[in-house]
């Protein structure tokens, strides 16, 4: 198997007025292509700065992380936004879609960034159609968000992380906004995801049933990793 | 249209029209004030070269562009006619006085119809020459804006009214005119004029007529112009036209830029989420402030259009309303459209390139 993700001793430090308090501990994580991993821990252990860091929102304070062979840490601000361009897709607990745009709008403009601000290519309208059917969007893919139900919004966001293929999907507790019935809906695609397209998939979640849904749980405590490998194999 | 810039327009569309009315409002001040300037120029141009006498006779300060006095006597004329190459001199009195809806100025002139008309080969279409103290002849113009026809009245020199007895073409100088005597008569200036209009024989070279009137003892001390000289002298004895003209382009470009300017920056603040958005999805610093830069352009080019819509409009009204002439050029409105959309791009870009460097996780975590 490929190894599609290595963070070595990875740490972070905030400056707050003038105390430096440490959000990463060295963190050390490997992934290998296709896997499914949860990342749990409670508040404040430094779930979503390590997912920050993984998708390059924010630089280390010292480490190494490499995603896809391409080195993030040794990146420019310019290059490690690229990286993220190419490689990564983002689910977030709040949505984060473009309220001014339809469903279709959103998928749209991911695949014009992934693009490099030209059009997605002439096989991009197949594999969005693809990806809504697949999610079964199909009859909403001209509403906007706030036409939208949570788990819609929220299968709009994973279509959005996924129709460009990336090497991984960040997803930061994207069950969080969700009821029970969603969530469950948007897990299971998240896991139809992974089986289907061998999709590498991070996910934080507080939620112990959508961890139980992923192939490795890590469990974090003070910013660090305390039980690297869970093990769980669904 | 799916487009993230089309939508944010249409999603803050008071905002949109603010801005968009701040670039009109840009376009708008050039476009009528150097409509207006043009206009009005190319109008006394036009008025002068119709006169065909070659040589302005005056005292010096007797006759500017927006003043003139009736401090030169007609006794000249005669003495002027005597000269050699001179076919015949006509006194003139021009009185200006502030147009009677409150913009601009207005002139009258007094003349001797038949000697004047003769000269400058002016016929009247209607009506008869000026006789009495309280009659006018106006020109087709005047008569066309101001719905005026033979027997119609006209109030001059604070509400008198005088009868209007002809209409004479072409245009030539004051739209207005009554006879020499009448305007004497309301100026009380017996025997004086403003100017007296020298028309030389022809094949006669009219600098050699200035040289000999410069020559007569009985002409010294007095100011000898070539209508040539005054008529290209228009724009330029409009003390610092050309000055005010650039300022104003300047303080237009100013308004253009700070509206859009406050718009985008108003549009950032409130987005700034959305930019968070953009740059976990990849999107280059280039591609953000190309969003946010297209759509000041969009802006700016929908307040070019409505400026120019409104210019025209504007100036169509004013000049039915109040007789001003607009005439719009080619370079002003390119002036004006560099500055609509020039300005609104410009005053964009500092919010673009804030948002371009915006920290991403601080952006998604902003409400």
Known sequence: ??????????????????????????????????????????????????????GGLLTPSSGRIVIDGEDLTAASDAKRTDIRRRKIGFVFQRFNLFPTLTAEGNLRLAERIHAGG?????????????????????DKMHHKPLELSGGEQQRVALARAIVNRPAIILADEPTGNLDSENSAIVLNMFQEMNYRFNQTIIMITHNPEAAAMCRRIVQMRDGQIVAPNTGLQV | MDSLVANNIRQRPL????????????????????????????????????????????????????????????????ELSKIEGVQSAVPVIRYIFQGGRGFGFEQVQGVD????????????????????????????????NGNLSVGSTLALFGGKPYRITG?????????????????????????????????????????????RIEAQPSTQGNKIQLTRDIITNIEK?????????RALVGLSAVVSGLVVMLAMYTTITERTREIGMLKALGASRGYIVSVIEREAFVISLLGLVAGFV???????????????LFEYGWRWALVAALIGVGGGVLGALYPAVRAANLDPVNALAHE
């Open chain 1, 118 to 138: 030209a059009n997605g290519g002439e096989d991009s309208g197949e594999r969005r159609r693809e990806v809504l059917s697949l999610l079964k969007l199909e």
């Open chain 2, 113 to 144: 119809w038949e000697p004047y008309a003769a000269m400058n080969d002016l016929k009247l279409v209607a009506g008869r020459a000026p006789a009495a103290a309280d009659e006018i002849i106006i020109d087709e113009a005047k008569a066309r």
């Open chain 1, 1 to 54: 198997m490929k190894t599609i993700l290595q963070a070595e001793n990875v740490e972070k430090v905030y400056r707050v007025g003038s105390m430096d308090v440490a959000a990463l501990r060295g963190v050390s994580l490997d992934l290998e292509e296709g896997e499914f991993l949860a990342i749990m821990g409670p508040s404040g252990c430094g779930k979503s700065t390590l997912l920050h860091l993984l």
């Open chain 2, 15 to 78: 905002r949109a029209l603010v801005s968009i009315a701040g670039v009109a409002l840009g376009v708008c001040l050039v476009m009528l004030f150097t409509g207006l300037s043009r206009g009005m120029s190319n109008d006394l141009q036009r008025r002068s070269s119709s006169v065909l006498a070659e040589i302005y006779f005056t005292r010096p300060g007797g006759m500017e562009l927006t003043t003139s006095t009736a401090n030169l006597s007609v006794k000249y004329a005669e």
């Open chain 2, 167 to 211: 209409i004479y073409s072409p245009e030539a100088e004051a739209r207005v005119k009554m006879s020499l005597a009448a305007m004497q008569d309301a100026l009380e200036a017996p025997g004086k004029c403003s100017y007296i209009l020298v028309k030389t024989k022809d094949g006669v070279d009219p600098l050699a007529v200035v040289r």
């Open chain 2, 310 to 324: 409104v210019s025209f409009v504007a100036g169509f009204l004013i000049n039915r309303a109040y007789g001003l």
């Open chain 2, 237 to 245: 004895t409009i003390p610092y036209l050309g000055v005010f003209l």
